[in-house]
């Protein structure tokens, strides 16, 4: 395949992703579209008028008719009522979480067309929260990570065009594309309001190795994974099993920015700590509950145990952090966790477009909603940043990078001194305080 360059394929993005008319504008539209949501999705947004309530569908027609009408005669110029609708519908499934999108037929045709390159990226994973698009955590060594950009980092446009008024499934093709090309973007850190303008060359998605180290004369185990596939997964339970053999060590598993994995696998990770108990359980209005107890065959250690949790813990780890919590297997440390996991589903409208709606969540042993919560550690240790470290090792503060100076030039400056990482320091003194079982 001939590699395309990003800016050739943002000439082909449809019209409908630029920004929308003006924010009066979609006020004054939005209460009409949620009408016809209600009437045609059948009310799924939580406490929406359904069947057998005061206002019936007949109505809700009749009060969409005449609010319509009112705008199209009286507003204070004529709406364009196609693209007040659209970015309406937008807002209207990115307000229920921020997994469900409303693409137009013309969204989806470029989506469908573009999909299949998307198999390089920056390396940043994002989602979106109050509308935004923020990085939920970085791959290690990935074009992004070099370039600087942290948990809590917020993508601000992607070539031109504001990512605020995207869907989400269209933020992540976009930066995402054929090995080799460059994508252009800026960023917002959370402490600035002034966008960092980047330009990155996209690369296939490689974590590192499953880190593991030794604390306090080896008796505490640390075990660092990036993701949680399949395959990673067997490593660290192989690891596990080693403990137990030994008899006399702790284990400290850092899940701090750790956002891809395997659902599954999350729930093997989470048995091996427990005998018995609930995991997890994934369930929707319609959706068929699915309930994970830990089965004994799969329990490998009762080691002392602490988990690393932090902003970018999301997904898959959060499955095993809430349930190591829940059943008080062992204490979390660290920040609240992103809050993410739900299963979508693809809907086809009538004239091509297409919903991607969240039909089920991942829900932690307490019976609340990971994505809707998120995990509070039962001990709150703040990052020495906005974002937990990667690993034991410490490492400088991280900084955006700037445009060469064109003065001349200066000393090269000091190495930054190494920062301490407090959340792992806590977690290490709370481990030494407890027995090896």
Known sequence: MKAVHWCQRV?????????????????????????????????????????????SAYQQIEVYSEVLQHIQNDYVVTPNIPDVTTGALHGLLEGLDPDSSYLTPAEFKFYQAHKDESTAQIGAR????????????????????????????????????????????????????????TVSFS?????????????????????????????????????KPYDLSPNRVEEILAHLRQVQATGHQKILLDLRDITDGDMNSAVLLANAFLKSGTIATLQGQTYPK????AEPKNFVTAAPLIVLVNHGTAG????????????????????????????QKQIPLPGGAVLFLSVAKYHAPDGEAIQDKAITPNVVVAANNNFGLLSPSAVGPVTKPTAPATSKPTPAPEPPAAQPDDQLNKALELLKQQKAA
């Open 316 to 343: 898959p780890a959060e499955v095993v952090a809430a349930a190591l919590k829940e059943n008080n297997r062992g204490e979390l440390v660290g920040d609240r966790t992103f809050g993410s996991g739900s299963v």
């Open 126 to 181: 994002i989602s979106k929260r109050y509308g935004y698009a923020t990085v939920m955590s970085v791959i290690p060594g990935s074009p992004a990570d070099k370039a600087g950009i942290v948990d809590g980092d917020v993508i601000d446009e992607i070539g031109d065009q504001s990512t605020r008024v995207m869907p989400l499934q269209m933020i992540r093709l976009l930066l995402d594309g054929p090995p080799g090309t």
């Open 187 to 223: 960023v917002i850190e959370p402490t600035s309001a002034t966008p960092d303008a980047m330009k990155l060359t996209r690369t296939p998605a490689q974590y590192p190795p499953l880190h593991m180290d030794e604390f306090d004369n080896s008796s505490i185990v640390y075990l």
């Open 290 to 293: 699915q309930t994970w107890v």
């Open 11 to 55: 000439s082909t993005v449809p019209p409908l992703l630029l920004p929308m008319p003006k924010a009066l504008k979609l006020s004054l539209l939005a209460i009409s579209v949620l009408l016809i949501v209600f009437v045609f999705l059948g009310g799924f947004l939580p406490g929406g008028v359904r069947a057998g309530s005061d206002m």
